[in-house]
C-alpha cells in the first residue's frame, strides 16, 4: 500500500513546477498553490493532504494567507517553519500589493486600485487610509462575508489613528462583471464602515468598483452621500 501511494506521487514536485514554469498559478487549484507554496517549508514530505485540510479549514488560498499563526497551528501536519513561512509569503504579497503605487495623490487612486484589483482573482474590500496630506498610506482588505465584523472596525480604528488619517476610501472589486455597478451589499458595507469611523473623525471620501479594467467612482457619478 505505501509502495503504491509513493509511485503515485513519484516525480508530482517536479510536474508540478515545471506547470507553474510553462502556465503559471492559473492552471493550479487552490490546493496545489498551497502545496506548491509548501514545498519551500518542507523539502521532503508529501505536502498534499496538508495543503487539503488548510483548504477545508480556512476555505480558499486568500483564507489560508489571512489566518493567524495561532489558527494555521490548529491543522494537523503544520509545523512551526511552514507556518512562519506562510506569514512571511501572504505578508510580502500585501507588502507588494500596498507599496507598489504607495504615496500617490487622489488624482490617481482610479487607476491604483485598477491595478490593484487587476492582480487579485477573489472578490474583497480594500479600504485604502489617507493622511492628511492625502496620500495612501496604508490599505486594508477584508472578504465580503466578514464586512459586519467589529474586528475590521477595530483594526481600521486602529490603522486610522496610528497613521492620522482624516479620510478613507473604499473599494470593491467585481471579476467577470463587465460593469462595475453597485449593489445594495456595497451601500450597506461603506454605510457601516462610514458610520462607525465618523465618530472617530475619519471620513469616507468615495467609494470606488472595479472590475480590473473599468472603475466606477461614486463621488464623481455624484451618487456618493456618506
Known sequence: MNDDRSNIHKGHRKRLRKRFIENGLNSFQPHEIIEFILFYSIPRANTNEIAHSLIKRFG???????????????????????????????????YYLVHENLNKKPTDILEYVKNYFSKVSQKM?????????????????????????????????????????????????????????????????????????RP??????????????????????GVFSF
Not at 490599505?139 to 466578514?146: L, V
Open 125 to 197: 474590500f480594500l479600504v485604502i487610509i489617507l493622511s492628511p496630506d492625502m496620500t495612501i498610506k496604508s490599505t486594508y482588505t477584508f472578504m465580503p462575508d466578514a464586512s459586519g465584523s467589529n474586528k475590521i472596525i477595530h483594526d481600521l480604528a486602529m490603522m486610522t489613528m496610528k497613521n492620522q488619517a482624516h479620510d478613507v476610501i473604499i473599494a470593491h472589486n467585481c471579476n467577470g462583471e463587465k460593469i462595475p455597478v453597485p449593489s445594495r451589499e456595497d451601500y450597506f458595507v461603506v454605510r457601516y464602515i462610514s458610520e462607525s469611523l
Open 200 to 221: 472617530l473623525g475619519v471620513c469616507t471620501a468615495d467609494y470606488i468598483i472595479s472590475n480590473g479594467t473599468i472603475t466606477f467612482s461614486m463621488y464623481q457619478k
Open 60 to 94: 480558499s488560498v486568500y483564507g489560508v494567507l489571512q489566518a493567524s499563526p495561532e489558527e494555521l497551528n490548529s491543522v494537523n501536519g503544520i509545523s512551526c517553519k511552514s507556518i512562519e513561512f506562510i506569514k512571511t509569503f501572504s505578508d510580502v504579497c500585501h
